[in-house]
Structure formats: structure tokens, C-alpha cells
């Protein structure tokens, strides 16, 4: 039973263009999201996070939006870099964290 | 800035071997995570301890044991290894009270052959 789920496996955009990474959750008690990057042969590196009490955080390149009747998320990377190819986690924290299904994000030059 | 320590870096194991893996955590960070990924799949939670003390446990087979030490740095313990138990294990750390961010090591890659 997926709790938190990335419907999308890949994403491809090009440089200088906005990129949108989406996520949605069922449980509506679930009040701490966060977007984490993996490079292969590596660990998850947090990027970004959000509290249910908000619905916009912003850091640098990176905003997340959160939709709390909807239960969803996205992650908004302006502009995109080549560096910016990986796979992208959301996940809940509800002390552990229950993470998506992850989506590759490729940044074309 | 310190980061999350965890070793080794790659293992390989034979069926019914056993395994240790350990992680250090950021300093002054006082709760510790294990995560399990196996190919194509997203991190699944096994357990984490706060304090030297088991905080919480998830999908972790009864084979598998965990403990914190005072220096707060963690090990798993894995034995009876299986052919599924080959994955990328992971270990994050954060400080209770803090942020709610959990912060990665750079795993460790169990084989089991």
C-alpha cells in the first residue's frame, strides 16, 4: 500500500527550463514533506522540505508547493541544470520516512 | 560540514553468512535510521533508535538486529543472509527536537551470493 506516490518515473527537460516534479499522499495526518535527490551509488541529499502549515517553501532554484485538499505536492526547479539529473524522492515524515516511488529527472544541454 | 559515515562500502556475502554494518552519525545528531533499497525500489524504513533506545521499527526480518552505542554510532547485524537481502542499506541520522530532515549516508551494497 503506497502511501506517498510518484506517478511519474521520468521527466525530461531541457536546460534553462522550469522542471515540475509531482507527488501525492493518501494519509491526510501526514504534515512534513520532503524532496530528497539521489545520484546512483549514493545517498538521498536532502533538498528541500515543507510543514503542513505552510504551502510554499523556497530555497534557491528549488520551491516546493503543497496542496493539502489535494494531498499533493511538487517540486519546482528553476532553471534546470544538467546537474540536476537524478532521481527525485518526496517522502513523509511521520518519524520515519515513507518515501515515494521516485522519479528520473533528465536534464538535456 | 560532517557528514553521515557508514561501512563498508560494499560487501559480499555468501547465503547463511552473516553481515555488520555500521554508521556514524553527524556529530551532535542523537537518532539514527536504517533504510533498505532494493533494486528499482524506493527506501523502505527497517528501524531507528534515539538514544541508545529503539524508537521505532519497520519491515526489518527477525534475523536482523540493530543497536546504538554511546558514541551514538549504530550497527545492524544481518545473519541467516539470504538472496534478498542483497540491496543498498542505508543509515541517516538527525537530532530529535531539531529540524525534521534526516540526513543520508552514502550506503553500503550488500551482496549476497
Known amino acids: 500500500d503506497q502511501q506517498v506516490k510518484q506517478n511519474s518515473p521520468s521527466l525530461s527537460v531541457q536546460e534553462g527550463r522550469i522542471s515540475i516534479l509531482n507527488c501525492d499522499y493518501t494519509?491526510?495526518?501526514?504534515?512534513?514533506f520532503l524532496w530528497y535527490k539521489k545520484y546512483p551509488a549514493e545517498g538521498p541529499t536532502f533538498l528541500i522540505s515543507?510543514?503542513?502549515?505552510?504551502d510554499k517553501n523556497e530555497d534557491g532554484r528549488f520551491t516546493v508547493f503543497l496542496n493539502k485538499s489535494a494531498k499533493h505536492l511538487s517540486l519546482h526547479i528553476v532553471p534546470s541544470q544538467p546537474g540536476d539529473s537524478a532521481v527525485y524522492f518526496c517522502?513523509?515524515?511521520?518519524?520515519?520516512?515513507?518515501f515515494g516511488q521516485g522519479t528520473t529527472l533528465q536534464v538535456k544541454p | 560540514a560532517a557528514g553521515v559515515i557508514q561501512s563498508p562500502r560494499h560487501l559480499i556475502k555468501e547465503k547463511r553468512e552473516t553481515a555488520t554494518l555500521k554508521c556514524y552519525p553527524i556529530?551532535?545528531?542523537?537518532?539514527v535510521y536504517w533504510y533498505q533499497q532494493g533494486p528499482g525500489q524506493d527506501p523502505q524504513f527497517l528501524i531507528s533508535?534515539?538514544?541508545?533506545?529503539?524508537?521505532d521499527k519497520g519491515s526489518i526480518p527477525d534475523r536482523f538486529s540493530a543497536q546504538q552505542f554511546s558514541d551514538y554510532h549504530s550497527e545492524l547485524n544481518m545473519s541467516s543472509l539470504e538472496l534478498g537481502d542483497s540491496a543498498l542499506y542505508f543509515c541517516?541520522?538527525?537530532?530529535?527536537?531539531?529540524?525534521?530532515?534526516?540526513?543520508f549516508g552514502p550506503g553500503t551494497r550488500l551482496t549476497v551470493t
Open positions: 541517516a541520522s538527525s537530532h530529535k527536537g531539531g529540524a525534521r530532515e534526516q540526513y
Open positions: 517522502a513523509s515524515n511521520t518519524g520515519k520516512l515513507i
Open positions: 533508535f534515539y538514544e541508545k533506545m529503539q524508537s
Open positions: 556529530p551532535r545528531h542523537d537518532t
Open positions: 515543507i510543514s503542513s502549515i505552510k
Open positions: 494519509n491526510s495526518m501526514f504534515d512534513y
